[in-house]
Nanobody
Framework: QVQLVESGGGLVQPGGSLRLSCAASVSIFSLDAMGWYRQAPGLERELVATITTGGFTNYVGSVKGRFTISRDIAKNTLFLQMNSLKSEDTAVYYC?????????WGQGTQVTVSS
């Protein structure tokens, strides 16, 4: 069973930055991919960014150039650096991990962008 624990959310002003972390209970190399999703009130959960075991990254268009997904392999931790935050980035952010047969989710961390 893969456990994922997110941290780093909070309240930030527009234009500010936050870094989210996701600690995995297993080696990152045992996973096919990891990623970040978000869900705003009244909307469906959407993909934000993913990274494969080989290090290939993918971003939703609305965050390209502002968000960066990365990982610390030694610490089995996934990160999402979020810069130039906008009010529309407000959402609960979820860490995701996939193997060939299973999908796992963290509990989510709230990010609120407001002045």
């Amino acid at each position: 069973q893969v456990q994922l624990v997110e941290s780093g959310g909070g309240l930030v002003q527009p234009g500010g930055s936050l870094r989210l972390s996701c600690a995995a209970s297993v080696s990152i190399f045992s996973l096919d991919a990891m990623g970040w999703y978000r869900q705003a009130p009244g909307l469906e959960r959407e993909l934000v960014a993913t990274i494969t075991t080989g290090g290939f990254t993918n971003y939703v268009g609305s965050v390209k150039g502002r968000f960066t997904i990365s990982r610390d392999i030694a610490k089995n931790t996934l990160f999402l650096q979020m810069n130039s935050l906008k009010s529309e980035d407000t959402a609960v952010y979820y860490c995701n991990a996939r193997t060939r047969l299973t999908t796992h989710w963290g509990q989510g961390t709230q990010v609120t962008v407001s002045s």
